[in-house]
């Protein structure tokens, strides 16, 4: 089961639910096989340094995240069918609508508070 989180902010960015899948199963489901593109919410999987968007329907943009919860990789639109190697130093992943990064205007570099 993935467990809800409120978000207050990440960032300065206000997202409505955060998901947290932090065990096998719900790291390994992850978004797949759902429908309709993500709205107002993103999926947080820990631990995680590494993504792939097989049996996704929809593009995602991705944060990844360091022990502290600092970015430190982003991808833009990320379609379905695609594998990212690991990415170093990142411990956590966050996935988020299509469109967040550039609308927000995030960085490498910056602390999220999750």
Do not use: Y
């Not at 982003?74 to 609508?97: D, Q």
């Amino acid at each position: 089961m993935i467990e809800n989180t409120k978000l207050a902010k990440v960032s300065r960015l206000e997202l409505g639910t955060v998901k947290k899948a932090d065990t096998f199963a719900t790291r390994l489901k992850g978004l797949m096989f759902r429908r309709k593109p993500i709205e107002n919410e993103a999926l947080w999987i820990k631990p995680c340094n590494s993504i792939h968007t097989c049996f996704m329907n929809f593009p995602i943009d991705v944060l990844f995240l360091d022990k502290n919860e600092r970015i430190v990789h982003m991808i833009e639109n990320l379609k379905p069918w695609r594998f990212v190697p690991p990415v170093a130093h990142s411990k956590s992943v966050l996935e988020l609508p299509k469109g967040t990064i550039q609308q927000e205007g995030l960085q490498k570099g910056e602390k999220l508070e999750l």
